[in-house]
């Protein structure tokens, strides 16, 4: 399965809908284009305007939906999703699909589309167990829809046993995870993420701008390219992306002191963090008392880790981010010859477009012999692009001339 894939999601009426959101986020961080579709028992349990926030599309309800059927009508849509995944599906929806009931615009799509179709089945243990929903199994699985799930544990209805349905990360894992090429399998990838913190009192300090954001797509685009990654954050409030290690710690020194603990055996580094430069000479035990009318910060300057990471003799593949607000690429060259390092992924930081703060960014990836410009796209996809181009310059071609 490819990135982009186009994915229809449908949900049914049961209480495991209130995980849909959290579903379409999953499937949207590995490369998929989500466009939902509602049954009128799942509007009871999740607003259709909560799903039309996180895909970030209509949620399409209705059949004979005259607005609709004007925009992406029924056969439209029906056309366009390569899967159609049913999450929650209901013991009611599963009968459905076997009889090629086409009733509402779910069932419909269903049976109107050629698209592969995969199930993540949730009900109370009984009706799972039921003879009429074994049999409809049965079938479903005999005409190769891909059944993922449930799992067992304890029910909403108070019972425990087998009917939940899969978490939406395993779900996700699942329908998309082996289409994900295992470019560093096998590789140990080291990431410095968000900004640091260089106190100057108990409650005063120096940072940089920086959400973290960049940083933990690239941990999770290395994971999902099956890395074993371990990633060093400064003080940023994001929860890290599972199956990562991550290391929280606050000022350049402390962050360079986990690098070198760690960067040894590592295959490539990505300095990511937007590190502060310069640290206050000293730091107060306690809190700085405003009484003066004018105050001199004397400043020293931090380690640079990337460059040392970059001029150990076991060095990795060394890549850097630049931040600049002028002269991209120029700036951005010097920083790659200068700290000597492999690729330096140059980000345009001034304006509204800036890469701060911001959910897409565009970048420019520059290497000893080239520069590759990478479109403005969501952080993840952006950094899925950055990896598979270092996978290419970490393995060229055998040249053929
Ligand atoms: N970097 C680092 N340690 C530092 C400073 C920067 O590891 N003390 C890394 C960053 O993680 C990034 C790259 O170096 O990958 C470029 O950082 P940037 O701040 O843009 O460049 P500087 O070297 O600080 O140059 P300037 O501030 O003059 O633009």
Known sequence: MHRNTRIILGITGGIAAYKSPDLVRRLIERGAEV??????AAMEFITPLTLQAVSGHPVHQHLLDSDAESGMGHIELARWAEIILIAPATAHFMAKIVHGEADDLLSALVVASEATLAIAPAMNRQMWQNP???HNLKTLVDRGVSIIGPGEGDQACGEVGVGRMTEPDEIAQQLLGDGIPQLFSGKKILVTAGPTWEAIDPVRGISNRSSGKMGFAIARAARDFGATVTMV????NTTPPSGVE???VQSARQMRDAVMSRVSGTDIFIGVAAVADYRPAL????????KEPEIVLKLIKNPDILAEVAAREDRPFTVGFAAETRDLLANAKKKLWDKKIDVIVANDVSGEDGAIDNDTNAASLIHQTGVVQLERADKYRLAISILEK?????NPEPSTA
Do not use: F
Not at 233 to 236: E, L, Q, T, W, Y
Not at 390 to 394: N, P, R, T
């Open 35 to 40: 466009r939902v579709v509602m049954s009128r």
């Open 132 to 134: 009429a929903t074994r």
């Open 233 to 236: 954050r400064g003080p940023v």
């Open 246 to 248: 991550c290391i929280g």
């Open 283 to 290: 730091q107060e035990d306690q809190k700085i008392k405003a």
């Open 390 to 394: 270092i996978s290419v310059l970490m």
